[in-house]
């Protein structure tokens, strides 16, 4: 099914025509992914879903598979844009259209590795209406295909304010790919914003803290792939980085500041880690030569990032290498 490239009403669902999940696949030139994340949303076990992808006037053959899968299941539905409107806006689109009570986003070059975890989503938030939002523990995956890491927030399932779910947000640990959030409350939060063109998806969260509880699944549920095309890349870094600055400064001085006991070390706390976290990626994935261009670029922004605790362990990781450091981690982890 394909629909046209016009603006949509809002999106909301009815009787005869709504679903219970939107699951939002933005997509460009990303032919050689994006069948792998269309497939895992299609072989989830729950099935009353409908599968958008916004493909934002890809050059390559993306569209046409997409179509190919598309003619088997009349629930993947066609965005295909003539002219290529912005990651962003293809974005804020894209959720227009959407007729789920749930929507979660699915990179095209992301995928669900678990058969249940859309299942999962929903029970949870079903069972807890108050909750605006639901993440789970993600797979990080390097450009070669190979298991890299595993990011969570917490040491088990559990359903938290919004105040103390910010602080894990702010520390970035919820994924664009996978986080599930109920359309009402992201109409409440006013959506995706568009004057961030990177750190749109973590401004959105910030915002659905503070329209109500956050969940969270401590289970390897989505996977991230990192790879040379990511539009994360490390032109866009400089970019990336003001946007957390402020996203964070706005975070700490908001409606949730005045529930946080200390905002002003939980902001310290924030720009430390969340300024570091692209090069750690970076250097765990094998990029040291990246890592160390983005880490200049963060000391241009905030020279106190000299100061963090991450920086030694992405300078081990540089000069001992993947078996040296693992020896290392070996060595402390015994000594400990």
Not at 12 to 38: F, K, L, M
Not at 257 to 279: C, I, Q
Request: glycine fraction near 8%; charge should be negative; charged fraction near 25%.
């Amino acid at each position: 099914m394909t629909h046209p490239d016009v603006p949509a009403d809002g999106g909301a669902e009815d009787e005869t025509t709504g679903v219970v999940v939107s699951v939002v696949v933005p997509s460009y030139n990303y032919a050689g992914y994006i069948e792998r994340a269309i497939r895992s949303a299609q072989e989830q076990t729950f099935a009353d879903i409908e599968i958008l992808v916004l493909d934002n006037a890809s050059t390559d053959d993306s569209v046409d598979r997409v179509r190919a899968l598309a003619a088997d299941d009349p629930r993947v539905i066609i965005v295909d844009r003539e002219e290529n409107i912005g990651a962003v806006p293809n974005l804020i689109d894209g959720h227009r259209r959407t007729r789920g009570r749930y929507s979660v986003d699915l990179d095209a070059d992301d995928w669900i590795v678990n058969p249940r975890a859309i299942e999962r989503q929903v029970e949870v938030l079903d069972s807890h209406p108050d909750a605006a939002f639901v993440f789970n523990r993600v797979a990080h995956y390097a450009t070669d295909g190979t298991a890299m890491f595993e990011s969570g927030a917490f040491d088990s399932d559990c359903v938290v304010p919004g105040e103390v779910a910010l602080e894990r947000v702010t520390q970035l640990v919820v994924q664009h790919s996978g986080t599930m959030f109920r359309r009402d409350a992201y109409v409440r939060a006013g959506g995706y914003d568009a004057r961030f063109t990177v750190q749109n998806d973590l401004k959105l969260y910030v915002d659905l803290c503070a329209q109500g509880s956050v969940a969270y699944i401590d289970e390897v549920l989505y996977a991230w792939h990192q790879h040379d095309a990511n539009h994360s890349r490390t032109e866009l870094f400089p970019i990336m980085l003001r946007e957390l600055v402020d996203v964070i400064d706005a975070a700490y001085t908001g409606p949730l500041a005045g529930r946080l006991d200390d905002p002003s070390r939980m902001r310290r706390d924030a720009l430390s880690h969340g300024l570091l976290s692209g090069p750690m990626n970076a250097v765990f994935a094998g990029h040291t030569r990246r890592a160390w261009t983005e880490i200049a670029a963060a000391l241009r922004i905030r020279p106190s990032t000299a100061l963090s605790r991450h920086l030694p362990i992405i300078a081990a990781r540089t000069l001992l290498g993947q078996r040296g450091f693992t020896k290392l981690e070996g060595r402390l982890g015994r000594s400990g």
